[in-house]
């Protein structure tokens, strides 16, 4: 009765822990690693990061996991910024602001809702590497807020942010 009782508790036991380690994997994605956004300008505004004025950018970011085929960048607490929802996604150029990274990969296709663009057209990205990729829009691909300020985002690549 006592080995039933044992081998019962071992069950429970080995049955919260499987459980427990598959939400834990699921639940928490792998921070990505060295990610710069620099604003550069638009082609009616040589000078970045002034307020309420149209921004193309470029970004950087080194991943953890691989097989990603999408990004994502979300201005979280933006202010008043807006994204503008047409984008033009291209790596044409985006050495030039990070000469050691590797250009997004894919037929890029990017658009924005909300305070999020989304990059969608990648095509599956390696473990431990740097991309980088320039989003930009005749009148800008963001806005920028009319309150100066540090403003956050979140990029995220497949499951890692």
């Known amino acids: 009765m006592k080995k039933i009782k044992n081998l019962q508790i071992f069950l429970v036991i080995a049955a919260l822990l499987v459980v427990s380690g598959s939400v834990v994997q699921k639940a928490f994605a792998a921070p990505l690693t060295k990610t710069t956004i620099l604003e550069t300008g638009n082609s009616s505004q040589a000078n970045p990061m002034i307020v309420n004025t149209a921004q193309q950018f470029a970004i950087s970011f080194r991943t953890v996991g691989s097989g990603a085929t999408s990004v994502s960048i979300n201005f979280n607490s933006f202010g008043d910024g807006v994204v503008n929802a047409a984008q033009l996604a291209t790596s044409t150029g985006c050495t030039t602001y990070f000469p050691s990274a590797t250009i997004l990969p894919g037929t890029l296709s990017a658009s924005g809702t909300g305070n999020t663009i989304t990059i969608t ?36 690549a497949g499951s890692d942010s």
């Open 121 to 156: 057209g990648v095509t599956s990205l390696n473990a431990t590497t740097e991309y980088c990729v320039l989003l930009n829009h005749a009148s800008g691909a963001v806005t920028n807020p009319t309150t100066p300020g540090v403003y956050k985002a979140l990029v995220t």
